[in-house]
């Protein structure tokens, strides 16, 4: 077997609502083979990899990979349970798992879970599927793999890219209370929120956190002072640059006392307890980081050492959040084992690992510890008596193997109080204090000697409090999250998303500029680019993912209007969660054979995720006069987000509407010339059909079709009718719409401009120029390599319903397709349309736009169909083009008289 290539979608997709990664396999050899014909296989596979005995597949039950593989399964199905086996086994919790067929008989697709923050170019998951695909190779040929060593390495990669402790239970907390997250590349970052409620902590350091605080706290010596000037013991001491001037601190303070590093953290270079020079020149010189040598120059603190228990207070937004007693790292003789040996035997906890990953951390047998041990009389083939407490450091800090004992619940009041103006007097919104005196749960002594604060520490580890050795955890980072989103602050703007095959644009820009004349300022993604408050931001085909993550991360964007289009859901999943508004504008076929996406019903799938994807009580917007778009009410995934249905069609006798109107719900349709919205029996004008922009009055039906998807989505965000009215009266296609049915003046020749590209698009554009210029006329056309054959011809047949003469030329971009092959393709359609079309195969735009201005006889349209629209937009500008058609406005407007409904008319509603 071989993998060829793994793609990852970050966002929710048609397999879960989390990260997935599919990996294309190819079984080669293994190809048509099951388990069933390779004996002893199964059996192999479980002695290497045991867990896989409770692998329950689709039995739902312990044992159900075992009867599959007794009954027969295929390899790629193998390699799916396989890798979640590995992936398991390293700490990578992650469960659902799916095999298809892809392509050819010996191709499969196995998808498979990801972790929410794994960052996106992680090689973990690719490791361990290439692994797996060798335990299976092993097993085939008679052997019991053993992964180990290899699986360890991926460990390592795992361990060293996951989310900390600390910025893991953020995470998850932010998670809970409903707040979006985005880890930002592979650092401990988060990104919280969307919009215009974003916020970002790092490990427990918010944006709000004082810099200046930071600072403070940074400099041991400094926030003493800060803190001895706000009467909050704090232990005497001095800064010192030379060994000399320890001792003489020493002589000064008296011992014992502690020596530190002047800047240092997580208890790295802190000696405790020293009472004799030759002790203190020892400790200034590991401190100072001189190797020893006792030499001046880097600065040190020497300070009294207090007598009696360490705490860690963590102090969130002016108040105890929680507080854990410490200990430092130690081992309990049991009068039979060495301290290495016990050493090893507290190793094996799962919960301790390297640095920060773990609740704790692995104890050490490094040169501080050693040397502790030998002033004891220990060393590591020690065998300490049973009972027996052997310190392996002075210093309590879970940094160096330490554990804590949750004290949060008898945490005296004046010592509460202390910690939490120290951390006021600081500046911090969250800190860890750290302190010494006899009982947390006694007022701190009168004698100042007796307790102080130790240090005020910036982004303070988390893991303490949330899984203490002893005593209950404390939902902290909750606390952390809290601060940052209190009750009742939202967390998300406003997000409208739309997806469909044809007016997606459209449609996007029309509720934008709603959005935006209702005051709102709006980000905008769609196929021309990225906008934020009607400026763009950035130029690409911004319809994907990314698009939508640039909007969702701008904190001056109050709502975010997303065009979703189905390449970047199929190969990178959504950008967002839960939208407000979603909107399907319809589904007809297009982009069939590009992404695995084989059939309507595939696009029916994936168009589907947007409406599954709505907010629970959402809105979700359907056109009920396309039957596959109307009948995703009915999916289980969206009647479980219950949401609410806005049905749009051009009539108000559409079945689907029309019964939705008689149960009294909302919908929105053409009613005696005037778009229209229906609550029941109760109707609401918004404005006439004509004089919608770019309707050019009333004949364009499909954009009149997106003006009412977007009256839909407008109005379930609240915006008024009058200035609905005045957002689509105002809608300038020039300005607002480019490259979506635009008509230029060439001479005496009107140049409509569109994007029309599958057949349904071609049709309602042959559609709006008949019924606008009484006939078709002349088009020059190019559509995208990347389609099937059928559709690229059945697009042209389209055409040729209209137009009887059309210029045909390729684009630059031939999509993999050979030089010619796209003009003959639409040509035999044009032919198998219209046997009698005039065809005119030209090699490039310019040829082709002139070709047909020379074709078109005075006064008759010509239809330009395009790929790019800048090099349109210059060729028109240097044929003299202008926009607008014979001087009417652009868009047109009506002066029909309205009739009148004989329904009742209720006052425009701001709902």
């Known amino acids: 077997m071989r993998l060829d290539h793994v793609r990852r979608l970050s966002g929710p997709n048609v397999f879960l609502p989390r990260p997935v990664v599919i990996a294309r396999l190819d079984l080669q050899g293994l190809t048509g083979h099951e388990t069933t014909d390779h004996p002893g296989f199964a059996e192999r596979l479980v002695d290497a990899l045991p867990g896989l005995a409770s692998h329950h597949c689709s039995a739902g039950r312990p044992g159900g990979l075992l009867d599959a593989m007794a ?51 992680s090689p973990v998951v690719e490791r361990l599927i290439t692994l797996a695909l060798r335990i299976v190779g092993g ?65 427990a350091m918010t944006d709000a956190t004082s810099a200046i605080g930071m600072e403070i706290a940074g400099d041991k010596r400094l926030a003493h002072r800060v803190l001895a000037d706000a009467g909050i013991p704090v232990p005497e001491g001095r800064v010192v640059a030379s060994a000399a001037q320890a001792l003489e601190a020493l002589r000064d303070i008296g011992g014992p006392v502690v020596v530190k590093p002047l800047s240092g953290h997580q208890g790295e270079g802190v000696h405790i307890e020293l009472c004799t020079p030759p002790e203190v020149v020892a400790a200034f010189a590991a401190a100072a980081g001189d190797g020893g040598t006792g030499g001046d120059g880097a600065e040190v603190i020497v300070e009294s050492y207090i007598p009696g228990r360490d705490y860690r207070v963590l102090v969130v937004g002016g108040r105890v959040s929680a507080a854990a007693e410490l200990t430092a790292a130690c081992v309990t003789g049991d009068g039979t084992a060495t301290v290495a040996e016990l050493v090893e035997r507290v190793n094996a906890d799962p919960a301790r690992g390297e640095g920060h990953d773990r609740p704790l951390t692995r104890l050490a047998l490094g040169p501080t510890e050693l040397a502790l041990l030998a002033r004891r009389g220990h060393g590591p083939r020690t065998v300490p008596a049973d009972g027996e407490r052997v310190w392996l450091r002075r210093n309590a800090n879970l940094s160096t193997g330490g554990t804590s004992r949750d004290v949060t619940d008898g945490v005296h009041p004046d010592v509460a109080d202390m910690c939490v103006r120290a951390a006021a007097m600081v500046g911090m919104d969250v800190c860890g204090i750290d302190l010494r005196l006899p009982d947390i749960g006694a007022p701190p002594p009168a004698d100042h000697g007796a307790a102080g604060i130790l240090e005020v520490n910036a982004a303070p580890g988390l893991r303490m409090h ?40 459209t449609t996007v820009r029309m509720i934008a500029h709603a959005l935006e004349l209702d005051g709102r300022r709006t980000g905008l993604t769609s196929t021309e680019g990225v906008y934020v408050g009607r400026r763009v931001v950035h130029v690409s085909d911004a319809s994907g993912p990314r698009s939508a993550e640039m909007v969702l991360g701008d904190r001056s964007v109050e709502v975010a209007v997303l065009e979703t289009a189905r390449g970047g859901v199929v190969r990178r999943g959504l950008g967002y969660d839960r939208a407000d508004v979603a909107v399907v504008t319809n589904i007809t076929r297009d982009h069939l054979g590009v992404d695995g996406t084989e059939s309507l019903d595939d696009l029916i799938d994936i168009k589907a995720l947007v409406a599954e994807e709505v907010r629970r009580g959402g809105h979700l917007v359907l056109n009920a006069e396309d039957p596959p778009v109307a009948a995703l009410a009915d999916r289980p995934a969206v009647r479980d987000r219950d949401p609410v249905l806005r049905y749009f069609a051009l009539s108000p006798a559409a079945p689907v509407l029309a019964e939705h109107l008689r149960n009294g719900g909302v919908g929105y349709c053409v009613e005696h010339g005037w778009l229209t919205e229906a609550r029941g029996a109760d109707l609401t004008r918004i404005l006439p059909a004509a004089d919608v922009g770019g309707s050019f009055d009333g004949h364009a039906e499909h954009v009149v079709a997106d003006a009412l998807a977007a009256c839909a989505a407008a109005r379930a965000l609240g915006v008024p009718v009058d200035v609905l009215a005045r957002a689509l009266r105002t809608f300038d296609p020039h300005t607002r719409n480019p490259g979506r049915g635009c008509v230029y003046q060439v001479g005496s020749t009107p140049v409509l401009v569109d994007y029309a590209h599958n057949a349904a698009a071609v049709a309602a554009v042959g559609a709006f120029v008949e019924r606008r210029w009484g006939a078709g006329g002349v088009a020059a056309v190019t559509l995208p390599g990347d389609r099937p054959d059928d559709l690229v011809i059945e697009t042209a047949r389209a055409l040729a319903g209209t137009f009887d003469r059309v210029v045909v030329y390729e684009d630059e971009d031939l999509r993999g397709r050979r030089s010619g092959e796209m003009t003959r393709l639409i040509v035999q359609g044009l032919r198998e349309g219209r046997p009698g079309v005039r065809t005119h195969p030209m090699g490039d735009l310019k040829g082709a736009l002139t070709s047909a201005l020379d074709i078109a006889e005075p006064g008759e349209p010509v239809l330009l169909l395009y790929e790019k629209l800048p090099p349109v937009v210059e060729l028109l500008d240097t044929l003299g083009a202008a926009g607008g058609l014979s001087g009417e406005p652009v868009g047109g407007r009506s002066d029909t008289t309205i009739t009148d409904s004989s329904a009742r008319t209720t006052t425009p509603s701001s709902q």
């Open 71 to 121: 009954r027969g399964t295929y390899f790629g199905h193998v390699t799916e349970h396989v890798t979640l086996e590995l992936s398991g086994l390293i700490g990578r919790e992650v469960y659902f798992g799916r095999t298809v067929r892809a392509g050819g008989p010996g191709d499969y697709e196995v998808i498979l879970e990801c972790p929410r923050d794994e960052p996106t170019g």
């Open 139 to 203: 097993a085939l040929a008679g052997r019991v793999p053993d992964p180990s060593a290899d699986l360890a390495r991926v460990a390592a990669v795992h361990e060293e890219e996951r989310l900390g402790v600390s910025t893991s239970a953020l995470a998850r907390a932010a998670r809970r209370r409903g707040v979006p997250v985005r880890r930002v590349g592979a650092l401990n970052l988060l990104r919280l929120g969307y919009g215009r409620y974003r916020r970002t902590v790092w490990a």
């Open 466 to 505: 949330l899984a203490p050795h002893e005593g209950t955890g404390r939902d902290v980072a909750g606390d952390v999250i809290d601060l940052m989103y209190p009750a009742g602050t939202p967390s998300r703007i406003p997000v409208v998303s739309v997806t469909g095959t044809n007016g997606k644009t």
